[in-house]
């Protein structure tokens, strides 16, 4: 399936345009709204990506076609250079975030002791750390009823064995 939206470009010189594409809703990796203006980023599932100007509830109901899980993604806003003293620099958001469950390479639990959530990690290599636990995940993107244990703070840094 594809849809239309308002592709928002900016030119060389910081000038920013609205054109209208058309894109393929079976290479979205996930979308979610814009930070910096009015409007949601798609990101693809080649890692590329762009903003549009369509919120992210009408993007939300457009895009039917592949198996969307809804997720929140916890981030701290930081400043643009020259923006120093912006008002919510610092500041952590919670936003909603609309991903394609078959674009997902695999997820795990985060350890304990980097915080909560889980990290997800793409086909493309790109990822990024989500508010649920996995099991939420797990159950969010069609396998109820699974378990996956936390590992214990500092699992994982343990030294690999060698190879010979």
Avoid at 25 to 48: L, M, S, V, W
């Amino acid at each position: 399936m594809h849809i239309l939206v308002n592709q928002i470009r900016v030119d060389a010189d910081q000038v920013a345009s609205v054109i209208q594409t058309m894109i393929s809703t079976k290479a979205i990796r996930c979308f979610y709204p814009r930070h910096e203006g009015p409007g949601t980023r798609i990101t693809f599932t080649d890692g590329g990506g762009f903003a549009v100007t369509e919120d992210f509830q009408t993007l939300r109901s457009q895009v039917v076609d592949i198996p969307l899980v809804d997720l929140t993604q916890t981030r701290r806003l930081t400043s643009e250079p020259g923006e120093d003293d912006a008002e919510d620099f610092g500041q952590d958001v919670t936003e909603p975030l609309a991903l394609n469950a078959d674009a997902i390479r695999c997820f795990y639990p985060r350890r304990p002791d980097l915080g909560v959530g889980t990290r997800i990690t793409f086909t493309d290599g790109g990822g990024f750390v989500v508010d649920q636990d996995a099991n939420a995940v797990a159950a969010a993107v069609g396998i109820p009823g699974t378990s996956i244990a936390l590992p214990a703070p500092g699992q994982g840094q343990e030294e690999a064995p060698t190879l010979n």
